[in-house]
């Protein structure tokens, strides 16, 4: 199967990843609204009673430098420059006017989803969604942080 046919199959929601948290943060009793079309950028969860929407990036979409699963392809490389500085250009944009409007915004990485177990990611979402941060990230570059009394590492 070529890239583009394995890329062309990824969808924009209910990616494996996000029901991942999906399901952890309903079983630890949270609820909330999936994609919500009045919100900018159509966030993935958005828990109404924090003000508080999460989004679940894939890595490679969303250009997470630093990341081992991002790597911009060798061939055609101009194009997923172009496509990648695109989309950090839109989250950025996203992000900006969710806190603008009052919405404390987490982004959750394919990463850390990946490489840590739920029964250890859950808890840090929701001791996140516990304080008073407008704007975090979660990774696996940062999770392991929490060992050391971090959650969470600012959005730039």
């Known amino acids: 199967m070529t890239r583009s046919a394995m890329m062309s199959r990824i969808g924009p929601k209910d990616t494996k990843p996000e029901i991942m948290v999906r399901k952890g943060l309903h079983r630890m009793g949270f609820r909330y609204r999936l994609h919500t079309k ?15 929407v999460i989004f679940v990036h894939g890595c490679f979409w ?10 911009i392809p060798k061939t055609n490389t101009v194009f997923w420059q172009t496509k990648i500085g695109r989309n950090h250009e839109r ?4 992000r900006q006017r969710l806190v603008e409007s ?20 859950i808890p840090v979402i929701a001791d996140w969604l516990a304080g008073l941060e407008n704007e975090a990230s979660i990774s696996e570059q940062n999770f392991f942080s929490r060992l050391e009394g971090k959650s969470c590492s600012r959005v730039k």
């Open 91 to 94: 989250d950025a944009a996203v």
């Open 102 to 121: 009052g919405w404390r915004v987490l982004i959750v990485w394919e990463c850390a989803i990946r490489q840590v177990s739920e029964d250890f990611l």
């Open 38 to 52: 009045d919100l900018p950028g159509k966030p993935d969860i958005v828990l109404p009673k924090y003000r508080t």
């Open 62 to 71: 969303h250009g997470h430098e630093g990341c081992r699963y991002f790597r």
